[in-house]
C-alpha cells in the first residue's frame, strides 16, 4: 500500500491524541482545560488536503463523510468524561469504553479506506473531512465537560 507523507501524519496525529487521553486517566490534567481544545492544533497539516486541486469529491461525497464524522463522535462524547480525585485533582475517568471505541473507530475508517474505490487525493480529503468531524465535537464537548468539573470546586 502506497504511504503518503500526509497519511502518516494523520496516524501519528491519531496515535499522539489517543496517547494524551490515555495518559489523562493516570496523570492529572492540569490548568483550565485549553490543553483539550490545543490539541486539535495537530489536525493543522490536513487543512493542505481541503487545498488539494487533484481531489474531486462532490458536495454530497463532502456532506456524507461529515455526517459519518458526526455519528463517529456520538460514542467518544459519551464514553469521555472527567472526575475530580482525592488530591483535588481533575482526571478522565477510567475507561475502557472509550479505549475500545477510539481503536474501533481508527480500525474502521483504515478498512472503509481500503475498500473505497476513487482517486487517493480524494479518498484522503474525505477522510480527513470525517475525522475533523469526530474529533472537533468529541473534543470541544470534551472541554465542556472539564469546565463543568473544573467550575464545581
Known amino acids: 500500500m502506497n504511504y503518503s507523507p500526509i497519511l502518516i501524519i494523520i496516524i501519528l ?16 490534567i492540569r490548568g483550565k482545560g485549553t490543553r483539550i481544545i490545543a490539541t486539535l492544533f495537530l489536525l493543522t497539516p490536513g487543512y493542505a488536503l481541503i487545498m488539494n ?5 462532490t458536495p454530497t461525497e463532502v456532506t456524507v463523510a461529515l455526517l459519518i464524522g458526526c455519528v463517529f463522535s456520538i460514542p467518544l462524547i459519551f464514553t ?11 482526571y478522565v475517568k477510567k475507561s475502557l469504553a472509550f479505549v475500545v471505541i477510539f481503536l474501533l473507530l481508527f480500525a474502521m475508517r483504515w478498512t472503509i479506506r481500503g475498500i473505497i474505490d476513487m482517486d487517493s487525493d480524494s479518498r484522503m480529503l474525505l477522510f480527513f473531512v470525517t475525522a475533523c468531524s469526530y474529533l472537533i465535537p468529541w473534543k470541544v464537548s470534551s472541554y465542556f465537560k472539564f469546565r463543568k468539573v473544573y467550575v464545581s470546586k
Open 13 to 28: 496525529v491519531a496515535a499522539l491524541i489517543f496517547y494524551r487521553q490515555i495518559i489523562s486517566m493516570f496523570k492529572p
Open 80 to 90: 469521555t468524561s472527567y472526575e475530580r480525585r482525592e488530591d483535588g485533582m481533575i
Open 53 to 57: 486541486p487533484n481531489a474531486d469529491v
